[in-house]
């Protein structure tokens, strides 16, 4: 015959109860204590990670620096002054507010301004992303422009970045390399300006190495003798602001890139890339594709 289990207490229901809520919450609480060392062993992985690209990164920052301490007019003296454009080598073709001019398509037409022209003037920094969105935009208008006469336009490298350029100077190498172009190879300039521009490097990077500017400007045309000379150095001296005059060693016209980007500063007190300016007047619409053309053809009339 079959038996009747006979059914637990009330008591041991209870009990059971209470025994399977224990087992339940020292199951929780190893979770709990596991989820907890998991999480202070990830943190700690990701502060010694976090730790450690940093010091990469200022590894890297400072050996940047000192690969290129003969870039910057100046680098690693204490107070320095910038010089005055009187008081530095120019490329030919700049003028005496460290603009480079350029009225025609022609090797002849840099450094020259034409005959009652609309003065296109343009201020840029090679690091400088919105400078990289101008170019975009205007660099075929500004060609055209130039085909068809009735502008100057005066270009201004400058180098107001170099601090977001992880230690490699790259506004000064570009607007150095800039400077050599203009000065030996003048037919080349405008296309060595928009071909720097492409695929251009993010702020906080070290930019193109200068083989790489190099390459972009043999891209264009630019004779490799030329190119040669992107790295060349000169000795000279320049004063502080103890006017104590201290001598260094710098790329070929970093002074005159000092002293151009000094002077920017002076003539456009709000001074920030691209400044763009016709007839001396600040132009601001330049994002829309065409309006920096039909502004100018306008100042023609």
């Known amino acids: ?12 229901r209870r009990d059971e109860a209470r025994l399977k809520a224990a087992q339940m919450r ?41 690969a290129n301490s003969d870039v910057v007019y100046g680098q690693g003296a204490e107070n320095v002054v910038a010089p005055l454009l009187t008081d530095v080598t120019s490329p030919a073709p700049a003028n005496d507010k460290g603009g480079i001019p350029v009225s025609g398509p022609a090797a002849e037409d840099v450094g020259t301004v034409g005959d009652d022209t609309v003065d296109l ?23 055209a422009m130039l085909e068809e006469g009735g502008v100057t336009i005066t270009y201004h490298p400058i180098s107001i970045l170099d601090r977001l350029s992880a230690g490699s100077s790259y506004s000064t190498r570009t ?9 030996q190879s003048p037919e080349h300039l405008t296309a060595f300006v928009t071909a720097l521009f492409e695929d251009q490097p993010a702020e906080g990077t070290s930019g193109r190495s200068d083989a790489e500017i190099a390459e972009v400007a043999e891209s264009v045309g630019v004779p ?18 103890d006017e104590d005059a201290v001598d260094g060693t710098w790329r070929t016209f970093a002074p005159w890139v000092a002293a151009a980007t000094n002077q920017a500063g002076l003539d456009l007190p709000q001074l920030s890339t691209p400044a763009v300016l016709i007839n001396g007047t600040a132009f601001n619409e330049w994002q829309t594709p065409g309006a920096l053309k039909q502004a100018v053809d306008a100042a023609k009339s």
């Open 121 to 143: 003037t343009v201020y840029f920094d090679y690091m400088c992303p919105y400078c990289g969105q101008f170019d975009t935009t205007n660099s075929a208008d500004m060609e």
């Open 224 to 241: 490799a003798e030329v190119t040669a000379t992107f790295t060349d150095t000169v000795d000279g001296t320049f004063a502080t602001q």
């Open 26 to 66: 020292k199951e929780q609480e190893k979770k709990a204590k596991r989820n907890r060392i998991l999480a202070i062993t990830g943190l700690a992985v990701a502060v010694v990670a976090l730790v450690a690209v940093a010091f990469t990164i200022v590894n890297q920052n400072k050996a940047n620096e000192a």
């Open 175 to 183: 607007a150095n390399a800039t400077a050599i172009v203009a000065d």
């Open 1 to 12: 015959m079959p038996t009747n289990d006979p059914k637990p207490t009330k008591a041991v």
